[in-house]
């Protein structure tokens, strides 16, 4: 079954101590990307990769790494979490950006104490 | 720089109601509109698309047309069931090489159909 995978799908976290959000997709897509979710805002992008080892910055990168060493993953980094990266994340691919359909993974729900 | 707005929500609807969702945009080019639902405790699944002026994406009843003329792209359905509870994404593709082609969404509408 064709689909994008998040782990793990809820975490409480204290600021400050790092953590990985991990994506995988079994696809082949070469485009990958992350978002937030957040209340009256809609989706805002956080970073994007168009293939192996290619990353760029989206709308709101600031607290977040991303690396892309094999093309089926795109983990998310928060090397020193705060309260206001408490938020909904979900992490998308497809086979190219801009007109093609882009599929979303289950979300990652994270909450920064 | 581009961007969607989308009707306010909550809506509630009774079942067999018509519906329509606002969304118009704002962009340089000729961007991909898309519409994307949210059923509660998942992620995004695209509900239709359209790619070019006049296009009509449509999927499960609902549709919407590309209006360049107007810069909307209006989501409607003729009958809507308790099944189609969920929140509903507009958005736009931005385009490759300066905004990384990444969707640009509205807010979102939530949608409550009562029996």
């Known amino acids: 079954e064709a689909q994008v995978t998040q782990n793990p799908r809820y975490l409480i976290t204290v600021t400050g101590k790092k953590l990985t959000v991990t994506c995988s997709q079994n696809m082949n897509h070469e485009y990958m990307s992350w978002y937030r979710q957040d209340p009256g805002l809609g989706l805002r992008q956080i970073y994007y990769?168009?293939?192996?080892?290619?990353?760029d910055k989206g709308d709101v990168p600031e607290g977040y790494k991303v690396s892309r060493k094999e093309k089926r993953n795109f983990p998310l980094i928060l090397e020193s979490p705060s309260p206001n990266q408490t938020s909904l994340y979900f992490c998308?691919?497809?086979?190219?950006?801009?007109?093609?359909?882009?599929?979303f993974g289950p979300g990652t729900r994270l909450t920064v104490t | 720089g581009d961007s969607v707005t989308q009707m306010e929500g909550p809506v509630t609807l009774s079942e067999e109601a018509f519906l329509t969702i606002n969304c118009t945009y704002t962009a340089t080019g000729y961007p991909s509109l898309f519409w994307y639902v949210q059923y509660p405790g998942e992620g995004l699944q695209l509900l239709l698309k359209a790619t070019k002026a006049d296009d009509k994406g449509s999927n499960k009843g609902f549709e919407a047309t590309y209006r360049k003329e107007t810069t909307s792209f209006h989501l409607e359905k003729g009958s809507v069931q308790v099944s189609d509870s969920a929140v509903y994404f507009c958005a736009l593709s931005g385009f490759l090489y300066n905004q990384g082609g990444k969707l640009i969404f509205g807010q979102g509408t939530e949608l409550s159909v009562k029996p």
């Open positions: 990769s168009m293939n192996v080892e290619v990353t």
């Open positions: 998308a691919s497809s086979l190219r950006p801009s007109s093609y359909e882009q599929y």
